[in-house]
């Protein structure tokens, strides 16, 4: 019975819950509120709670509502599902807010959700934000931020504070916004859009009654890790290493980036790289990286078979064995066993002991554990630097870092043959070779010998040793020989290097080749050259260069025979010199010239003056301006052409420019020119512009002007000319008449006295062609004896040869006295003997005319070729007046003196 009250009760209680439940179900309401919910916090939201065990839909899974309120405000809302067989199990939510929780108290309100029935909410609060009635605080302090997030600060002032300002360092007002919550709290919001390698203050800015009050935080701006590029290797297949790229810094040195591969700490993280010990097998098999900051985490994977990535470790203990002139073995050691079973591949890297340069960088050798390499074709003499580096031939990877260098020196050998050319010089030929390097004497070279004979008589040589690069020879220009050089050091002599001369006419200095030369333009100080194949090239060419004024300074290059093309530099080229360029085909013969050019590796200006002196011809209204060839010593570029510029002085304009492009012209014409002064100016046109610029001035007359010019000056010169005539006859006119017109002297006739004792020597004239006989009488010049003071002339002082009575017309002897008496009856009056037939008679007479003054005459002359036969009067001849016949008749302002003999012929008296 009591059982069966139990059982109703229990019934009708079950009936009136279902009852209530299908109630609140229609009403929208689910009864399946959270269970045991819990809230923390530290720098986010964590919510837990569990199910109603009691919810008849928990087995069909239900969703729960999360919504977060800041200051009333809801902020936050989100879904929360649990399925099925999560059903039972505790629940947990963790949420971060973007405003720290010391700033203000933050709501969660959480309910469950089925079929669009929900239950009721249950609310769980934070504490509310920190108390700051005392002091001025700035929150979040320290945290870490990612570029391109969006940051919140708080600022929390103290009970009676007014707010100034709040902002982040470096940040203007386009990326800060300023928000206030409450009477006390007011919010910052930064759009952060850059890292910085230090931490970032925010300020807080205050007024008080007493003072302004700065408080701040700090802020870590930076990315979460990025790193990508894992590559994994082994080296002794008994570990793993790892290396990979870091994508970008973080730029968070409070949040080092922590590394880990398989899970295994990396100590090298930092520097990219991880080491693991792991048992290296074949296959492949995936390598993952976990970076992780406190911004994020990245996992980076490599998936590789490691036994087919060997990066060996370094060679040990280089060393170098069996050194010979042009061989030597290298050995060296692994310090890894399993390197004894693999298939090694090894380079030598060769280099110069001095120079450092790379003489073998790749002289590989193969084989399984491989610990030597042997190097050949070494110079004899020669100090050499090696290094060696290793990697897997099958599955290469990667070579292996280089060993430690060893050095060592070859021994010496035999030079190694020279390199030979040759100058022609007229019948001289200079044999030329060059100094051998040091890594081509193998030695110290004591000396040259040099080997010369006709190609027709090879075993007549004639032998000469040198110890310079240079041999000349005087050979016979009709005759082919043969030229022999070789070097010589301790260990012998070099093989011979052989040149051949050819036979060539004696009038041609290099052998019959002509070829046209060309021009050629050098670059960056060098020329680049190039030409056309030759058959008769069997052993390649020769090209050779030297100064063109200068063709002692030869040097020469030899190019294979499958190459056209050579690069010519030279340490003695310089700018502005021209250099001659030849290009020999290289045969068994002679070499034979294929081209010849000319050129400046830098062409240079020309120096102003190039054409001085410069001449200017006027031909009617033109001016021809002409110059001498230019010397190729002057030219310091090529000449293209020349350009004349014509400048009228007068309004100093250019009239006009004449130009020519042919280097070979020597004049310019300025043609149709008015009369007028030019300045003319000759340059000459190179690649480098106008230059040589050489100045003339020039004055273009009309041709009237010119002739009226020409009269004038012929007329000044004629007039002056007259006037120094005639001062010069007047200042000398008594000497100039005397030479031209010599006056005879009048005689004075006294009394005709004849003494008995005294001999007459009278001159007949035959009475047939004569009326009367003329006495003359004759003085020779030359006579030493002077007359008396008193004007006579007396026997005693003549000394000369008297012919017989009537002899005539014959040479008397020699007189010594410059003068001789005269019969007063013999000398006629100036009339009669100016007008006597006689005087016809002397016709042979040779002497000076008489220079006569009015009171005095003198007598000097040669002898004669014809004399007379005197008679002398007893009491001689009486001058009018005494004078001195050795005097000089001079005229006292005269510079000149004129002497003279004079001749003078009396007539006779008729018996």
Same mark, same amino acid.
């Given at each position: 019975?009591?059982?069966?009250?139990?059982?109703?009760?229990?019934?009708?209680?079950?009936?009136?819950?279902?009852?209530?439940?299908?109630?609140?179900?229609?009403?929208?309401?689910?009864?399946?509120?959270?269970?045991?919910?819990?809230?923390?916090?530290?720098?986010?939201?964590?919510?837990?709670?569990?199910?109603?065990?009691?919810?008849?839909?928990?087995?069909?899974?239900?969703?729960?509502?999360?919504?977060?309120?800041?200051?009333?405000?809801?902020?936050?809302?989100?879904?929360?599902?649990?399925?099925?067989?999560?059903?039972?199990?505790?629940?947990?939510?963790?949420?971060?807010?973007?405003?720290?929780?010391?700033?203000?108290?933050?709501?969660?309100?959480?309910?469950?959700?089925?079929?669009?029935?929900?239950?009721?909410?249950?609310?769980?609060?934070?504490?509310?934000?920190?108390?700051?009635?005392?002091?001025?605080?700035?929150?979040?302090?320290?945290?870490?931020?990612?570029?391109?997030?969006?940051?919140?600060?708080?600022?929390?002032?103290?009970?009676?504070?007014?707010?100034?300002?709040?902002?982040?360092?470096?940040?203007?007002?386009?990326?800060?916004?300023?928000?206030?919550?409450?009477?006390?709290?007011?919010?910052?919001?930064?759009?952060?859009?850059?890292?910085?390698?230090?931490?970032?203050?925010?300020?807080?800015?205050?007024?008080?009654?007493?003072?302004?009050?700065?408080?701040?935080?700090?802020?870590?701006?930076?990315?979460?890790?990025?790193?990508?590029?894992?590559?994994?290797?082994?080296?002794?297949?008994?570990?793993?290493?790892?290396?990979?790229?870091?994508?970008?810094?973080?730029?968070?040195?409070?949040?080092?980036?922590?590394?880990?591969?398989?899970?295994?700490?990396?100590?090298?993280?930092?520097?990219?790289?991880?080491?693991?010990?792991?048992?290296?097998?074949?296959?492949?098999?995936?390598?993952?990286? &976990?970076?992780? =900051?406190? @911004?994020?985490?990245?996992? $980076?994977? %490599?998936?590789? /078979?490691?036994?087919?990535? +060997?990066?060996?470790?370094?060679?040990?203990?280089?060393?170098?064995?069996?050194?010979?002139?042009?061989?030597?073995?290298?050995?060296?050691?692994?310090?890894?066993?399993?390197?004894?079973?693999?298939?090694?591949?090894?380079?030598?890297?060769?280099?110069?002991?001095?120079?450092?340069?790379?003489?073998?960088?790749?002289?590989?050798?193969?084989?399984?554990?491989?610990?030597?390499?042997?190097?050949?074709?070494?110079?004899?003499?020669?100090?050499?630097?090696?290094?060696?580096?290793?990697?897997?031939?099958?599955?290469?990877?990667?070579?292996?870092?280089?060993? &430690?260098?060893? =050095?060592? @020196?070859?021994?010496?050998? $035999?030079? %190694?043959?020279? /390199?030979?050319?040759?100058? +022609?010089?007229?019948?001289?030929?200079?044999?030329?070779?060059?100094?051998?390097?040091?890594?081509?004497?193998?030695?110290?070279?004591?000396?040259?010998?040099?080997?010369?004979?006709?190609?027709?008589?090879?075993?007549?040589?004639?032998?000469?040793?040198?110890?310079?690069?240079?041999?000349?020879?005087?050979?016979?220009?009709?005759?082919?020989?043969?030229?022999?050089?070789?070097?010589?050091?301790?260990?012998?002599?070099?093989?011979?290097?052989?040149?051949?001369?050819?036979?060539?006419?004696?009038?041609?200095?290099?052998?019959?080749?002509?070829?046209?030369?060309?021009?050629?333009?050098?670059?960056?100080?060098?020329?680049?050259?190039?030409?056309?194949?030759?058959?008769?090239?069997?052993?390649?060419?020769?090209?050779?260069?030297?100064?063109?004024?200068?063709?002692?300074?030869?040097?020469?290059?030899?190019?294979?025979?499958?190459?056209?093309?050579?690069?010519?530099?030279?340490?003695?080229?310089?700018?502005?010199?021209?250099?001659?360029?030849?290009?020999?085909?290289?045969?068994?013969?002679?070499?034979?010239?294929?081209?010849?050019?000319?050129?400046?590796?830098?062409?240079?200006?020309?120096?102003?003056?190039?054409?001085?002196?410069?001449?200017?011809?006027?031909?009617?209204?033109?001016?021809?301006?002409?110059?001498?060839?230019?010397?190729?010593?002057?030219?310091?570029?090529?000449?293209?052409?020349?350009?004349?510029?014509?400048?009228?002085?007068?309004?100093?304009?250019?009239?006009?420019?004449?130009?020519?492009?042919?280097?070979?012209?020597?004049?310019?014409?300025?043609?149709?020119?008015?009369?007028?002064?030019?300045?003319?100016?000759?340059?000459?046109?190179?690649?480098?512009?106008?230059?040589?610029?050489?100045?003339?001035?020039?004055?273009?007359?009309?041709?009237?002007?010119?002739?009226?010019?020409?009269?004038?000056?012929?007329?000044?010169?004629?007039?002056?000319?007259?006037?120094?005539?005639?001062?010069?006859?007047?200042?000398?006119?008594?000497?100039?008449?005397?030479?031209?017109?010599?006056?005879?002297?009048?005689?004075?006739?006294?009394?005709?006295?004849?003494?008995?004792?005294?001999?007459?020597?009278?001159?007949?004239?035959?009475?047939?062609?004569?009326?009367?006989?003329?006495?003359?009488?004759?003085?020779?010049?030359?006579?030493?004896?002077?007359?008396?003071?008193?004007?006579?002339?007396?026997?005693?002082?003549?000394?000369?040869?008297?012919?017989?009575?009537?002899?005539?017309?014959?040479?008397?002897?020699?007189?010594?006295?410059?003068?001789?008496?005269?019969?007063?009856?013999?000398?006629?009056?100036?009339?009669?003997?100016?007008?006597?037939?006689?005087?016809?008679?002397?016709?042979?007479?040779?002497?000076?005319?008489?220079?006569?003054?009015?009171?005095?005459?003198?007598?000097?002359?040669?002898?004669?070729?014809?004399?007379?036969?005197?008679?002398?009067?007893?009491?001689?001849?009486?001058?009018?007046?005494?004078?001195?016949?050795?005097?000089?008749?001079?005229?006292?302002?005269?510079?000149?003196?004129?002497?003279?003999?004079?001749?003078?012929?009396?007539?006779?008296?008729?018996?």
């Amino acid at each position: 019975m009591d059982h069966m009250i139990i059982t109703w009760l229990l019934l009708d209680l079950m009936f009136c819950m279902s009852t209530q439940a299908g109630n609140d179900q229609a009403n929208g309401v689910l009864h399946c509120e959270p269970q045991n919910v819990t809230l923390n916090t530290s720098d986010q939201i964590l919510l837990t709670w569990k199910d109603d065990p009691s919810c008849p839909a928990a087995r069909n899974g239900l969703i729960y509502e999360l919504v977060v309120f800041i200051a009333d405000e809801e902020v936050h809302h989100e879904d929360f599902a649990v399925m099925p067989h999560q059903i039972g199990l505790t629940h947990s939510w963790n949420w971060k807010s973007h405003l720290a929780m010391e700033c203000a108290s933050h709501l969660v309100r959480l309910r469950s959700r089925y079929n669009n029935h929900t239950s009721l909410w249950k609310e769980v609060q934070t504490l509310p934000g920190t108390d700051n009635s005392k002091t001025q605080e700035v929150y979040p302090r320290d945290r870490m931020f990612e570029v391109g997030s969006r940051a919140t600060f708080c600022c929390i002032l103290p009970v009676g504070a007014i707010f100034n300002k709040m902002y982040m360092v470096g940040y203007n007002d386009s990326h800060m916004k300023t928000t206030k919550i409450s009477n006390q709290t007011y919010i910052l919001t930064v759009r952060l859009n850059r890292p910085a390698k230090r931490c970032t203050d925010v300020i807080c800015e205050t007024n008080t009654t007493q003072r302004t009050q700065v408080n701040g935080a700090c802020a870590y701006i930076g990315y979460p890790p990025d790193d990508r590029g894992l590559q994994c290797e082994t080296r002794d297949l008994q570990s793993v290493e790892c290396h990979w790229t870091e994508g970008r810094d973080t730029h968070l040195f409070k949040s080092p980036t922590v590394y880990q591969l398989l899970g295994s700490h990396c100590a090298d993280g930092s520097m990219r790289r991880c080491k693991v010990e792991v048992q290296v097998d074949a296959g492949e098999r995936n390598w993952t990286l &976990t970076a992780k =900051n406190d @911004l994020g985490r990245v996992e $980076v994977t %490599d998936r590789a /078979d490691l036994t087919k990535r +060997v990066h060996m470790i370094t060679p040990k203990r280089l060393m170098a064995l069996n050194v010979n002139a042009r061989n030597v073995t290298l050995q060296w050691e692994w310090t890894v066993q399993q390197y004894s079973n693999l298939n090694i591949t090894c380079q030598v890297k060769v280099s110069h002991g001095d120079t450092n340069t790379i003489l073998c960088s790749q002289s590989e050798s193969t084989g399984v554990g491989l610990q030597y390499a042997v190097l050949t074709d070494l110079i004899p003499h020669w100090t050499y630097n090696v290094t060696v580096r290793c990697g897997t031939a099958q599955h290469f990877w990667k070579w292996s870092d280089w060993s &430690t260098s060893v =050095n060592f @020196l070859t021994k010496s050998d $035999v030079p %190694d043959a020279l /390199d030979v050319w040759r100058q +022609v010089k007229g019948n001289q030929v200079i044999i030329l070779w060059k100094v051998p390097l040091a890594n081509q004497s193998h030695g110290h070279i004591e000396d040259y010998e040099v080997t010369w004979a006709k190609t027709t008589e090879r075993e007549q040589q004639n032998t000469a040793l040198v110890l310079n690069c240079s041999f000349s020879l005087s050979l016979n220009t009709t005759e082919e020989y043969i030229v022999t050089v070789t070097a010589r050091n301790m260990n012998g002599k070099s093989s011979p290097s052989t040149i051949t001369i050819p036979s060539r006419k004696p009038e041609t200095s290099e052998g019959t080749e002509r070829v046209s030369t060309s021009w050629i333009t050098g670059s960056n100080g060098t020329f680049h050259l190039s030409w056309s194949a030759s058959p008769a090239a069997s052993c390649g060419y020769i090209v050779d260069w030297c100064p063109t004024l200068r063709q002692d300074e030869v040097e020469w290059l030899k190019v294979p025979p499958n190459e056209t093309t050579a690069k010519i530099f030279s340490k003695n080229f310089t700018d502005g010199v021209r250099y001659s360029v030849s290009v020999y085909a290289c045969t068994q013969a002679a070499p034979v010239l294929l081209e010849r050019r000319e050129g400046y590796v830098s062409e240079k200006r020309i120096e102003d003056s190039l054409f001085d002196p410069l001449q200017g011809k006027q031909q009617n209204s033109d001016v021809v301006i002409s110059w001498a060839p230019i010397n190729l010593t002057e030219q310091s570029a090529f000449i293209r052409g020349y350009v004349l510029y014509c400048l009228d002085v007068s309004n100093n304009n250019v009239v006009l420019n004449v130009s020519t492009d042919k280097p070979e012209d020597t004049s310019l014409t300025a043609r149709n020119l008015n009369f007028s002064s030019y300045l003319f100016q000759v340059k000459a046109q190179t690649a480098v512009g106008e230059c040589g610029t050489t100045p003339i001035t020039f004055t273009l007359n009309s041709l009237t002007d010119n002739l009226v010019k020409s009269v004038v000056i012929i007329l000044v010169t004629v007039f002056i000319l007259l006037t120094l005539m005639t001062i010069l006859c007047y200042r000398h006119w008594t000497c100039i008449k005397q030479k031209v017109y010599p006056p005879i002297p009048k005689p004075v006739l006294n009394e005709w006295v004849t003494s008995k004792d005294q001999k007459h020597y009278p001159l007949h004239v035959d009475q047939d062609d004569r009326s009367e006989a003329d006495v003359v009488a004759v003085s020779e010049a030359g006579c030493d004896s002077v007359a008396p003071d008193n004007g006579y002339v007396s026997p005693e002082n003549m000394n000369c040869s008297q012919t017989p009575n009537h002899y005539y017309n014959h040479p008397l002897g020699k007189c010594t006295s410059p003068l001789f008496p005269l019969s007063s009856t013999a000398i006629p009056s100036q009339s009669r003997l100016s007008s006597s037939p006689f005087r016809n008679v002397f016709h042979n007479l040779s002497y000076v005319p008489v220079m006569k003054t009015e009171d005095q005459w003198s007598i000097s002359g040669p002898d004669f070729q014809e004399t007379t036969h005197l008679e002398r009067s007893s009491s001689g001849y009486q001058p009018q007046n005494s004078f001195s016949p050795s005097e000089t008749m001079e005229d006292p302002g005269s510079p000149m003196s004129c002497v003279s003999t004079y001749i003078l012929l009396p007539q006779s008296h008729s018996k």
